[in-house]
């Protein structure tokens, strides 16, 4: 599968380049016969800001082709990222002033840093929580925090010693007034080819002003390491944050000079998260045209192939399937040695709560809860026929 390149899906791609090929966007404008069609992709793919943005830079290519309508449309999303930003940046100024004042450190992962901090208006890059990692240390200290502010924890799907053992990357949620977070302690979860050491990426951490607030962030080439492995796993999957491609071609034109390839792959291969983080970078400067260091073109020749593009050519035309899970639950419960804890497990996989129902698959009737249960069973034994 090629990346198909239709009027709709060449506006979805220019949004998030940094440098557009401006002559093939305005025939892709020219070109576009369904724009109702177009501005629900625009705004699915989370990049109805970014495209607001490239209009803003570049008024001549327009010239009356696009209906007031969806521009209406496409500025609506663009205030509800911009409103729900203000609620998560107000909810994170709390947290940060709290935690500063316990002395406790920790690391902003991903959109409350980079919405910030990469674009030029918060509206442009959406993010739904707030996702902070911890040294495990650190934690106990961390949640008496969030439960003095206010902050909810939800009920563990599994208990004390099946969490033990499966060593998840972060806590169950925890919200206040309609927003999560998310406590990390890991950045990755078990039976990935790569090992990211969290307790050296914390160590090299820097300093920084989010929300006028004092906080740490990832060194360059750690964040680098962090989103590329982020990204992949996305793409891996059945649901791609599009934004996630934004994040790292700004990075790769706004701080190219910062990167040091050398060390870029060093790190990358001590993690053994070297392939992945080629791979994305080779996919970025192949599909929008992100710059790409000389030295870390001369590592692709033996580990590249097509296969990423056409799993974001999939996403971006919405045919990427979910995967039954019923492997990844397999390898879980291997990792028990009693069959105690592999029944415990099953348990918490088969009969999670009401409320992780209700998030994990985006409930709107909550009475109804209790009808994705039979749904879980089905995608079980359809798993385990796929295995079969």
Same mark, same amino acid.
């Given at each position: 599968?090629?990346?198909?390149?239709?009027?709709?899906?060449?506006?979805?791609?220019?949004?998030?380049?940094?440098?557009?090929?401006?002559?093939?966007?305005?025939?892709?404008?020219?070109?576009?016969e369904?724009?109702?069609?177009?501005?629900?992709?625009?705004?699915?793919?989370g990049?109805?800001g970014? *495209?607001?943005?490239?209009?803003?830079?570049?008024? /001549? %290519?327009? !010239?009356?082709l $696009? =209906?007031?309508?969806?521009?209406?449309?496409?500025?609506?999303?663009?205030?509800?990222?911009?409103?729900?930003?203000?609620?998560?940046?107000?909810?994170?100024?709390?947290?940060?002033?709290?935690l500063?004042?316990?002395?406790i450190?920790?690391?902003?992962?991903?959109?409350?840093y980079?919405?910030?901090?990469?674009?030029?208006?918060?509206?442009?890059?959406?993010?739904?929580?707030?996702?902070?990692?911890?040294?495990?240390?650190?934690?106990?200290?961390?949640?008496?925090?969030?439960?003095?502010?206010?902050?909810?924890?939800e009920k563990?799907?599994?208990?004390?010693?099946v969490?033990?053992?499966?060593?998840?990357?972060?806590?169950?949620?925890?919200?206040?007034?309609?927003?999560?977070?998310?406590v990390?302690?890991?950045?990755?979860?078990? *039976?990935?080819?790569?090992?990211?050491?969290?307790? /050296? %990426?914390? !160590?090299?951490? $820097? =300093?920084?002003?989010?929300?006028?607030?004092?906080?740490?962030?990832?060194?360059?080439?750690?964040?680098?390491?962090?989103?590329?492995?982020?990204?992949?796993?996305?793409?891996?999957s059945?649901?791609?944050?599009?934004?996630?491609?934004?994040?790292?071609?700004?990075?790769?034109?706004?701080?190219?000079?910062?990167?040091?390839?050398?060390?870029?792959?060093?790190?990358?291969?001590?993690?053994?998260?070297?392939?992945?983080?080629?791979?994305?970078?080779q996919?970025?400067?192949?599909?929008?045209?992100?710059?790409?260091?000389?030295?870390?073109?001369?590592?692709?020749?033996?580990i590249?192939?097509?296969?990423?593009?056409?799993?974001?050519?999939?996403?971006?035309?919405?045919?990427?399937?979910?995967?039954?899970s019923?492997?990844?639950?397999?390898?879980?419960?291997?990792?028990?040695?009693?069959?105690?804890?592999?029944?415990?497990?099953?348990a918490?996989?088969?009969?999670?709560?009401?409320?992780?129902?209700?998030?994990?698959?985006?409930?709107?009737?909550?009475?109804?809860?209790?009808?994705?249960?039979?749904?879980?069973?089905?995608?079980?034994?359809?798993?385990?026929?796929?295995?079969?």
């Amino acid at each position: 599968m090629k990346i198909n390149n239709s009027p709709s899906n060449i506006l979805v791609l220019s949004a998030i380049r940094v440098e557009p090929d401006l002559p093939a966007l305005q025939l892709a404008l020219a070109e576009v016969e369904d724009w109702e069609q177009a501005g629900r992709k625009i705004i699915k793919k989370g990049v109805a800001g970014l *495209f607001l943005n490239l209009l803003e830079r570049h008024p /001549e %290519l327009t !010239d009356n082709l $696009i =209906p007031n309508k969806l521009i209406v449309q496409l500025q609506q999303a663009y205030l509800r990222t911009v409103s729900r930003s203000m609620v998560l940046y107000a909810t994170f100024k709390d947290i940060a002033d709290a935690l500063n004042e316990r002395g406790i450190k920790a690391i902003a992962l991903k959109g409350v840093y980079l919405a910030e901090h990469l674009y030029p208006t918060i509206g442009l890059r959406q993010f739904s929580d707030i996702d902070l990692l911890f040294r495990k240390e650190d934690v106990p200290a961390a949640l008496e925090v969030f439960n003095t502010l206010g902050f909810v924890l939800e009920k563990p799907v599994f208990d004390e010693h099946v969490n033990s053992v499966l060593e998840p990357a972060h806590l169950p949620h925890m919200s206040r007034r309609g927003v999560s977070v998310e406590v990390h302690t890991r950045l990755h979860g078990p *039976f990935q080819e790569y090992n990211l050491n969290e307790r /050296e %990426l914390f !160590d090299r951490s $820097i =300093p920084i002003t989010i929300n006028q607030c004092p906080f740490h962030v990832f060194e360059i080439h750690d964040l680098l390491i962090h989103l590329c492995v982020h990204l992949d796993k996305h793409i891996n999957s059945y649901q791609l944050q599009f934004y996630s491609l934004a994040d790292l071609v700004r990075i790769l034109h706004t701080r190219y000079t910062e990167i040091n390839p050398t060390l870029l792959l060093e790190r990358s291969r001590s993690y053994g998260a070297d392939k992945v983080v080629i791979r994305t970078l080779q996919l970025l400067h192949e599909l929008l045209g992100a710059p790409l260091h000389p030295e870390l073109s001369a590592a692709l020749t033996e580990i590249i192939s097509r296969e990423n593009i056409e799993k974001v050519a999939a996403h971006l035309d919405d045919l990427a399937k979910k995967k039954p899970s019923t492997r990844t639950h397999l390898k879980y419960m291997n990792k028990f040695d009693s069959t105690s804890g592999k029944l415990r497990y099953v348990a918490g996989v088969l009969f999670p709560s009401k409320r992780t129902l209700i998030r994990s698959y985006k409930i709107q009737h909550q009475r109804l809860y209790w009808l994705w249960y039979p749904y879980r069973f089905w995608l079980g034994i359809k798993g385990l026929l796929m295995k079969k």
